[in-house]
């Protein structure tokens, strides 16, 4: 029996929207719903049964929604909700899975790596430095780097090792090529100017699942002073459905406890955090579940201190969360921690072992949430395989 069989059965995929392309759908890619074995689509559905901004759920991406608002989001998320309650009437708007893949639901406009987790600062810098603590500056401020919209890429698309300078005179393919498993927070409407932390969460449309994939030799040797480089620069896969908000609602948990406390711009209502629990497989094995309930820095502190400097929210920006990890090594979520820096190494079911990602491997993340009534939904996997 593979490792795969043994997982237990995952809850049903949340409401979520996506883009699907293919020979079978009708004209240019649609913005679809999946609901069982087949694809909504939502724009047909919209147009011929009088829903809200028909021509914005028409479009081929979700750039056009994006762009419209919460107040147009939750208009569609409500009107949406109340044809799901009985799908046996979406038979005339549902496009067979076969012949159409899910396809980079929205144009990334930028993307924004931060480092919200508080476990993972904390294994990194000592892995980094024996015996070294996390920066002060940590516990101020949501740390991140800006990453390179053009590298994000939808679940399943390969991975190709990447190349760089490891280290003096060696230039070739990385040899400690990671994953990362991390939330990303897709956001919407435009805005110039500080956004204050109670509106931050007005400007965020959804969360996807995201693996931040790194090459830890080409970043170890390039980050001396500065940040990350080429060692992130290759590829970020993202999930290709994007769940709304607001059907997470169900999820909502109080920040961890801060010491020092935030300055004012980052305190607010809206500084809460999102009870996902995550799974990182390799090979169909699952390795870890990271959990995100105790990520240090929130969404809405994200935005607050993004914007806080004069940078503007576009639609299509992407804010990932950073590595989420837990305390135990059964928690981590990339495998620098979870082998140390490349010094411990793990077996998988198969019998073969790892210190880092090998040709062919293939990388799945999935995550699951608690909803209102008490149970749980999944959102959308992000998986990648690598190639040479």
């Known amino acids: 029996m ?7 059965p995952e809850p049903p995929l949340g409401t979520a929207l996506g883009v699907v392309a293919g020979s079978g759908r009708p004209g240019p890619s649609r913005i679809v719903v999946p609901v069982g074995s087949v694809y909504v689509d939502v724009g047909t559905l919209a147009a011929a049964q ?39 009437r979406l038979g005339p708007y549902a496009l067979p899975q076969a012949g159409v893949v899910p396809v980079l639901p929205f144009t990334v406009a930028d993307y924004t790596d931060f480092y919200a987790c508080e476990q993972h600062a904390a294994n990194a810098s000592a892995i980094a430095r024996a015996g070294g603590t996390v920066s002060e500056n940590w516990y101020h ?37 990671d994953l990362e498993a991390e939330l990303g927070f897709v ?14 969460l007005d400007h965020v449309f959804g969360v996807v699942l995201l693996n931040d994939w790194s090459a830890r030799d080409v970043q170890a040797w390039e980050s001396r002073p500065l940040g990350p480089h080429l060692g992130k620069s290759f590829a ?7 769940t709304p908000l607001d059907e997470l609602a169900g999820a909502w948990v109080d ?7 935030p300055l004012p711009y980052l305190l ?7 009870d996902l629990t995550l799974e990182v497989r390799i090979n169909g094995e699952r390795i870890s579940t990271p959990p995100a309930a105790d990520l240090y820095w929130t969404p809405a502190q994200l935005v607050a201190h993004l914007t806080s400097g004069g940078a503007p929210i576009r639609p299509g920006d992407l804010l990932g969360s950073g590595t989420v990890s837990g305390p135990r090594r059964d928690q981590r979520g990339c495998l620098l921690e979870f082998t140390w820096g490349g010094r411990d190494e793990f077996a998988l079911a198969d019998g073969t072992t790892r210190h880092y990602l090998n ?20 959102l959308g996997e992000v998986r990648g395989t690598v190639t040479p």
């Open 2 to 8: 593979s490792a795969a069989a043994l997982l237990p």
């Open 50 to 88: 009088g829903g809200p901004h028909p021509a914005l759920l028409g479009e081929p991406t979700l750039d056009g929604l994006l762009a419209a608002g919460r107040p147009a989001w939750r208009e569609v998320w409500e009107w949406l909700g109340d044809w799901l309650v009985d799908p046996d």
């Open 141 to 177: 401020l949501p740390v991140g780097y800006h990453g390179r919209a053009g590298t994000v890429q939808v679940s399943g698309t390969p991975v190709v090792r990447p190349h760089g300078q490891r280290g003096r005179g060696d230039l070739g393919p990385t040899k400690a090529l």
């Open 187 to 200: 956001l919407g409407g435009r805005r110039t100017g500080p956004v204050p932390i109670e509106e931050a």
């Open 236 to 242: 970020t896969s993202i999930s290709a459905w994007v």
């Open 255 to 261: 920040p961890p406890a801060r010491d020092p406390q």
């Open 268 to 274: 607010g209502k809206a500084d809460r955090g999102l």
């Open 359 to 378: 040709d062919g491997d293939e990388v799945s993340i999935v995550a699951t949430a608690p909803r209102l009534d008490g149970g749980r939904i999944s």
